[in-house]
T-cell receptor, first 115, second 111 residues
């Protein structure tokens, strides 16, 4: 079946602009995660959604970052007033969210470049 | 806090075995994972092991877990040039928690 998809694959923006990154999880997966991969920092957790529960936002680096998940499926990560340090690859993952079967599958990522 | 450490580079010749090592600090880890990332691509799940197992074999891949020493390794038998990539070790605790990743080991395979 289809894997996790993300769009756009690449995004170049100017400092100070807002950007929206989209993630379509695997059908039937109730858990959705956003991670950021940047040079020198490795992979960092940003936010986690599970069903209708309140999201775990503990990894968001600042209040310029927010995310939504509509209808328990598609998620959008929004970065307001982008800064150059926001340049990174943003990866989305989804899983069944069930103990014992909670392997996370990743999308191809969105490469964000802030000029 | 939780931490996952990996060596940054490994270089092998085609046909040799590769062993990528990883250490972690969280004793409550329940699952440990190996992901592969090729240039410009996302993370591909290679294999995982549950914390009550010592070893898992899957075709050319062998995962060894020493829970006492919190040490995980990935052995790739008969390494091919197509195995050249970055390999990430990751751990997590209970279901629904984020993965904690190492910084990745770049495997270079020469012919």
């Amino acid at each position: 079946g289809a894997g996790v998809s993300q769009s756009p694959s690449n995004k170049v923006t100017e400092k100070g602009k807002d950007v929206e990154l989209r993630c379509d999880p695997i059908s039937g997966h109730t858990a959705l995660y956003w991670y950021r991969q940047s040079l020198g920092q490795g992979l960092e957790f940003l936010i986690y959604f599970q069903g209708n529960s309140a999201p775990d936002k503990s990894g968001l680096p600042s209040d310029r970052f927010s995310a939504e998940r509509t209808g328990g499926s598609v998620s959008t990560l929004t970065i307001q007033r982008t800064q150059q340090e926001d340049s990174a690859v943003y990866l989305c993952a989804s899983s069944l969210g069930v103990a014992g079967r909670d392997t996370q599958y990743f999308g191809p990522g969105t490469r964000l470049t802030v000029l | 806090g939780e931490d996952v450490e990996q060596s940054l580079f490994l270089s092998v010749r085609e046909g040799d075995s590769s062993v990528i090592n990883c250490t972690y600090t969280d004793s409550s880890s329940t699952y440990l994972y190996w992901y592969k990332q090729e240039p410009g691509a996302g993370l591909q799940l290679l294999t995982y092991i549950f914390s009550n197992m010592d070893m898992k074999q899957d075709q050319r891949l062998t995962v060894l877990l020493n829970k006492k020493d919190k040490h995980l390794s990935l052995r790739i038998a008969d390494t091919q040039t197509g195995d050249s990539a970055i390999y990430f070790c990751a751990e997590r605790g209970q279901a629904g928690t984020a993965l904690i990743f190492g910084k990745g080991t770049t495997l270079s395979v020469s012919s």
